[in-house]
């Protein structure tokens, strides 16, 4: 069963496709291993069962007793079965391998697909959490500016060398503010 994929496909970096390759290499070498040696024990069974046959029927042509003969057809059966009993299980070995070779590889896929929305969803929260910071800002500079404006007004301090110390400080305030926008700004920057 394919899993169907969400979003568009990140493209690969050279070292991440050599490293899936070799993943793939690797598995597939393992499975050819697995199914050669599933083929191999499978001939010996098969060279077995005809071993049997062949030693029955020599057994048959030596005069044997009746219930000898019965005895011996019914080994040969029972050991055909066992060879074909034997068969299936080793073909349900490789049947298995061959499961878990695929569910592994679906679920690496997966697995890089969650890290990749992961990094994402990382990503979506930190940009969030800058322009929160940078609105702070904005009202902080706001806050700041509305105070030394109400200050110069209820104190009457208009054209005095303290008015012009607060716009100095204002100033200060604004430059401040702007190189922490300026640097909240790089930041998102940095994250693409």
Same mark, same amino acid.
């Given at each position: ?102 569910? =592994?590889?679906?679920?690496? !896929?997966? #697995?890089? /697909?969650? %890290?990749?929305? @992961?990094?994402?969803? *990382?990503?979506? $929260? ?31 301090? =208009?054209?005095?060398?303290? !008015?012009? #110390?607060? /716009?100095? %400080?204002?100033? @200060?305030?604004?430059? *401040?503010?702007? $190189? ?13």
């Amino acid at each position: 069963m394919e899993s169907k994929k969400v979003g568009a496909k990140q493209p690969q970096t050279a070292a991440e496709t050599e490293k899936a390759d070799a993943l793939e290499t690797m598995t597939a070498l393992y499975m050819s291993g697995i199914e050669r040696l599933a083929d191999a024990q499978k001939k010996g069974l098969e060279i077995a069962v005809r071993q049997s046959a062949e030693v029955a029927t020599a057994w048959k042509k030596l005069t044997l007793p009746a219930p000898a003969v019965v005895m011996l057809d019914l080994a040969t059966n029972a050991f055909e079965r066992i060879a074909d009993t034997q068969k299936g299980a080793i073909d349900l070995v490789v049947e298995q391998t061959h499961t878990f070779a695929k569910t =592994a590889k679906e679920r690496k !896929a997966e #697995a890089n /697909e969650t %890290v990749e929305e @992961g990094k994402k969803r *990382v990503k979506e $929260a930190i940009e969030h959490s800058l322009a929160a910071h940078k609105t702070a800002l904005d009202f902080t500079a706001k806050q700041a500016q509305a105070t030394f404006e109400a200050a110069k007004q209820q104190l009457g301090y =208009a054209g005095t060398p303290a !008015a012009a #110390a607060a /716009e100095s %400080v204002q100033k @200060g305030i604004d430059v *401040v503010v702007g $190189a922490h926008k300026d640097l909240l700004d790089y930041a998102v920057s940095a994250l693409d």
